[in-house]
């Protein structure tokens, strides 16, 4: 991987980590966040989020769930920043 490209990204970002996100249609790695357009982040909040207020899932498929956790926050970070830019 051509950290060059990834310049901006933490490395415990660049571990592969993706969520199959059905809003958008396809899996989205975590590190794609950042170069996502608002209008696909703000969908992948809303999944994730989404996701995360129904506690049975938590019970059905506890990696997606933490998953969508580290997704959620991330998109808000993300988020927060391009706001504040």
Known sequence: MNRQIYQDIPPQEL???WFKSHLLGREVEL???YELPQDQLDLIMAETAEFRS???NRE???G???TAG??????RIIDK???SD
Do not use: P
Not at 70 to 75: D, I, M, N, W
């Open 15 to 17: 571990k592969e980590k």
């Open 31 to 33: 590190r794609d966040l």
């Open 54 to 56: 129904d506690i049975g």
């Open 60 to 62: 059905r498929n506890l």
């Open 64 to 66: 997606k769930f933490c």
């Open 70 to 75: 580290y997704f959620l926050e991330l998109s």
């Open 81 to 83: 920043r391009r706001s």
